[in-house]
């Protein structure tokens, strides 16, 4: 389907700030968290609270994500990363912020990209800071729990896997310099946007001419605040996401479709 609407929206803009959410990605096989009402469609995720309290939680989230990364580390770009990533390579893209953690856009060739809530490829100590390649733990993962290889599971959102069984005897490797809990690099519910990543976002949107949300129900407020800051500052707002999301009301245009369609006309 085509949106004459959004191809002029676009089209009538040099510098727009692009704010991408999980419909972006659903396309590449990767499962969003909330229906069209913006509502969970499942148990919410792990807190930041639980998975520092708990060493029954790292248990479950750690096997369930060795699950899951299987599928997730292989995701491929959709068109909806290509055409963000041909919008920027025109030069008409001031800054793609995206809520997503997969690394989908910059697979895609976009290179102007702040990865909000962090990246899942990436495992991080909370005692020393070290990091190592998410592909190096998981290889970590199968050395410790060979059994668990042969376990199979619903893909749910963000690498994790619709596991539901007895984690009692699943073995997560600390970290080999200093002994600490290892992290994935990214915000987990709980826990905030790093100041400096939040700052950096709010420089390149005042340089915006415009601003282009997609795929994303803006329900989480890190999104959100800023859409509020470009409805501040009068910056004309477009959003691409089936079904509600949390600034409709702030909206100049709305386009109920998927991403992918969407803005295929960019290719």
Not at 68 to 97: D, I, S, Y
Not at 109 to 128: A, E, F, N, T, Y
Not at 203 to 226: I, K, P
Request: hydrophobic residues 45%.
């Amino acid at each position: 389907m085509q949106h004459p609407a959004l191809e002029d929206f676009i089209a009538g803009h040099q510098r727009l700030f692009v704010l991408t959410g999980a419909g972006c990605s659903t396309n590449s096989g990767i499962p969003d968290y909330r229906d069209s009402d913006g509502n969970w469609k499942r148990t919410r995720p792990v807190t930041i609270q639980a998975f520092l309290g708990e060493a029954g939680t790292r248990q479950r989230y750690w096997a369930r994500s060795m699950v899951g990364w299987r599928r997730f580390g292989r995701a491929a770009p959709n068109g909806a990363h290509c055409a963000l990533a041909k919008l920027e390579a025109q030069g008409r893209c001031e800054q793609l912020v995206t809520q997503n953690v997969d690394r989908l856009h910059q697979a895609a060739g976009s290179q102007k990209v702040i990865d909000l809530h962090g990246r899942l490829d990436v495992v991080r100590c909370l005692g020393c800071g070290a990091t190592m390649p998410r592909e190096q733990f998981q290889a970590e993962l199968a050395r410790h729990n060979p059994a668990w290889l042969a376990l199979d599971a619903a893909d749910a959102p963000d690498g994790d896997a619709d596991l539901e069984q007895d984690f009692s005897a699943f073995v997560v490797p600390a970290c080999e310099a200093c002994g600490s809990v290892l992290k994935p690099d990214v915000v987990f519910f709980g826990e905030n946007v790093p100041r400096d990543v939040v700052a950096s976002a709010q420089d390149h949107l005042a340089q915006a001419d415009a601003m282009l949300v997609v795929g994303s129900s803006l329900m989480v407020y890190s999104g959100f605040r800023f859409v509020r800051m470009a409805a501040e500052r009068g910056l004309p707002i477009a959003a691409v996401n089936l079904g509600r999301t949390r600034a409709d009301e702030l909206l100049t245009l709305k386009v109920e479709d998927s991403c992918e369609t969407a803005l295929a006309f960019l290719l």
